[in-house]
Nanobody
Framework: QLRFVESGGGSVQPGGSLTLSCTAS???????VSWFRQAPGKAHGGVAC????????FGVRPVEGRFTISRDNAKKTVYLQLRSLTPGDTGVYYC???????????????????WGQGTRVIVSS
Protein backbone atom coordinates (compact mmCIF):
# COMPACT_ATOMS: atom_id res chain seq x y z
CA GLN A 1 0.00 0.00 0.00
CA LEU A 2 1.35 3.39 -0.99
CA ARG A 3 1.83 5.80 1.90
CA PHE A 4 2.94 9.42 1.79
CA VAL A 5 4.68 11.82 4.15
CA GLU A 6 4.11 15.50 3.43
CA SER A 7 6.64 18.16 4.44
CA GLY A 8 7.87 21.66 3.64
CA GLY A 9 5.08 23.78 5.06
CA GLY A 10 5.62 26.88 7.17
CA SER A 11 4.62 30.45 7.82
CA VAL A 12 5.28 33.03 5.12
CA GLN A 13 4.24 36.54 4.29
CA PRO A 14 1.99 37.29 1.33
CA GLY A 15 3.97 37.08 -1.87
CA GLY A 16 6.29 34.47 -0.45
CA SER A 17 7.15 31.00 -1.73
CA LEU A 18 7.38 27.47 -0.41
CA THR A 19 8.10 24.06 -1.87
CA LEU A 20 6.11 21.17 -0.44
CA SER A 21 7.31 17.58 -0.70
CA CYS A 22 5.29 14.39 -0.73
CA THR A 23 7.56 11.39 -0.21
CA ALA A 24 6.11 7.97 -0.91
CA SER A 25 6.81 4.57 0.64
CA UNK A 26 7.59 3.31 -2.89
CA UNK A 27 7.79 4.68 -6.40
CA UNK A 28 4.79 6.64 -7.66
CA UNK A 29 5.72 5.89 -11.27
CA UNK A 30 2.53 4.87 -13.04
CA UNK A 31 0.24 6.58 -10.54
CA UNK A 32 -1.56 9.91 -10.72
CA VAL A 33 -0.84 11.92 -7.57
CA SER A 34 -2.86 14.89 -6.38
CA TRP A 35 -2.32 17.63 -3.84
CA PHE A 36 -5.26 18.78 -1.72
CA ARG A 37 -5.71 21.65 0.70
CA GLN A 38 -7.91 21.82 3.77
CA ALA A 39 -8.49 25.44 4.62
CA PRO A 40 -9.55 26.24 8.20
CA GLY A 41 -13.11 25.07 8.75
CA LYS A 42 -13.48 23.66 5.24
CA ALA A 43 -13.36 20.30 3.53
CA HIS A 44 -10.40 19.08 1.51
CA GLY A 45 -10.22 20.69 -1.93
CA GLY A 46 -8.14 19.74 -4.93
CA VAL A 47 -5.16 21.95 -5.76
CA ALA A 48 -3.08 20.19 -8.42
CA CYS A 49 -2.54 16.80 -9.99
CA UNK A 50 0.20 15.08 -11.96
CA UNK A 51 -1.00 12.40 -14.33
CA UNK A 52 0.29 8.86 -14.75
CA UNK A 53 0.38 9.55 -18.49
CA UNK A 54 3.41 11.58 -19.54
CA UNK A 55 3.30 13.43 -16.20
CA UNK A 56 0.73 15.85 -17.58
CA UNK A 57 -0.16 18.38 -14.91
CA PHE A 58 -3.39 20.07 -13.86
CA GLY A 59 -4.17 22.86 -11.41
CA VAL A 60 -7.31 24.55 -10.19
CA ARG A 61 -7.84 28.06 -11.56
CA PRO A 62 -6.91 30.01 -8.40
CA VAL A 63 -3.41 28.50 -8.44
CA GLU A 64 -2.72 28.62 -12.18
CA GLY A 65 0.56 30.38 -12.83
CA ARG A 66 1.49 30.28 -9.15
CA PHE A 67 1.69 26.60 -8.17
CA THR A 68 3.69 23.93 -10.00
CA ILE A 69 3.42 20.21 -9.41
CA SER A 70 6.25 17.88 -10.41
CA ARG A 71 7.75 14.55 -9.45
CA ASP A 72 11.11 12.85 -9.08
CA ASN A 73 10.55 9.11 -9.36
CA ALA A 74 14.11 8.31 -8.26
CA LYS A 75 13.40 10.11 -4.98
CA LYS A 76 9.83 8.76 -4.76
CA THR A 77 8.72 12.33 -4.25
CA VAL A 78 6.06 14.60 -5.70
CA TYR A 79 6.59 18.33 -5.22
CA LEU A 80 4.26 21.31 -5.10
CA GLN A 81 6.01 24.62 -5.62
CA LEU A 82 4.01 27.52 -4.25
CA ARG A 83 4.68 31.09 -5.40
CA SER A 84 3.01 34.48 -4.90
CA LEU A 85 1.23 33.13 -1.87
CA THR A 86 -1.88 34.85 -0.53
CA PRO A 87 -3.75 34.42 2.75
CA GLY A 88 -6.30 32.39 0.79
CA ASP A 89 -3.66 29.70 0.30
CA THR A 90 -3.55 29.03 4.04
CA GLY A 91 -4.37 25.47 5.03
CA VAL A 92 -3.05 21.98 5.56
CA TYR A 93 -1.78 20.41 2.35
CA TYR A 94 -2.08 16.69 1.68
CA CYS A 95 -1.06 14.45 -1.18
CA UNK A 96 -2.58 11.19 -2.31
CA UNK A 97 -2.90 8.80 -5.19
CA UNK A 98 -6.01 10.26 -6.80
CA UNK A 99 -6.91 10.49 -10.46
CA UNK A 100 -6.62 13.81 -12.24
CA UNK A 101 -10.08 13.44 -13.78
CA UNK A 102 -11.74 14.16 -10.46
CA UNK A 103 -9.13 15.70 -8.18
CA UNK A 104 -10.87 19.10 -8.24
CA UNK A 105 -14.53 18.08 -8.42
CA UNK A 106 -14.50 14.83 -6.44
CA UNK A 107 -11.77 14.86 -3.80
CA UNK A 108 -11.62 12.11 -1.20
CA UNK A 109 -14.05 12.54 1.72
CA UNK A 110 -12.93 14.00 5.06
CA UNK A 111 -13.13 10.59 6.75
CA UNK A 112 -11.04 8.86 4.07
CA UNK A 113 -8.64 6.53 5.80
CA UNK A 114 -5.73 7.30 3.48
CA TRP A 115 -5.08 10.91 4.49
CA GLY A 116 -1.56 11.48 5.82
CA GLN A 117 -0.59 14.00 8.48
CA GLY A 118 -0.34 16.83 5.96
CA THR A 119 1.88 19.89 6.09
CA ARG A 120 0.59 23.25 7.28
CA VAL A 121 0.98 26.46 5.28
CA ILE A 122 0.18 29.79 6.92
CA VAL A 123 0.24 32.95 4.82
CA SER A 124 -0.04 36.05 6.95
CA SER A 125 1.48 39.46 7.32
Amino acid sequence: QLRFVESGGGSVQPGGSLTLSCTASRSTDGFAVSWFRQAPGKAHGGVACISNINDHTFGVRPVEGRFTISRDNAKKTVYLQLRSLTPGDTGVYYCAVWGCAGFDTSPPPPDWGEWGQGTRVIVSS
